[in-house]
């Protein structure tokens, strides 16, 4: 049991790794969903500049 702290710390140093790498993607996702919206609003605005209605 002398080698408890040891434990410790990787399983410390896994999880944040692991939240570290979670924020990562969190970030890019969020970037991802940015740049979807603009594609959306921009696809809207070519569709009413060509006269398309979905009615």
Do not use: C, W
């Amino acid at each position: 049991m002398q080698n408890l702290p040891y434990l410790f710390a990787t399983y410390a140093i896994v999880f944040l790794a692991l939240f570290a790498y979670l924020v990562t993607v969190a970030a890019q996702v969020r970037g991802v969903q940015r740049d979807l919206d603009a594609i959306k609003l921009r696809l809207a605005s070519m569709e009413e500049g060509l006269g398309h209605h979905d009615e």
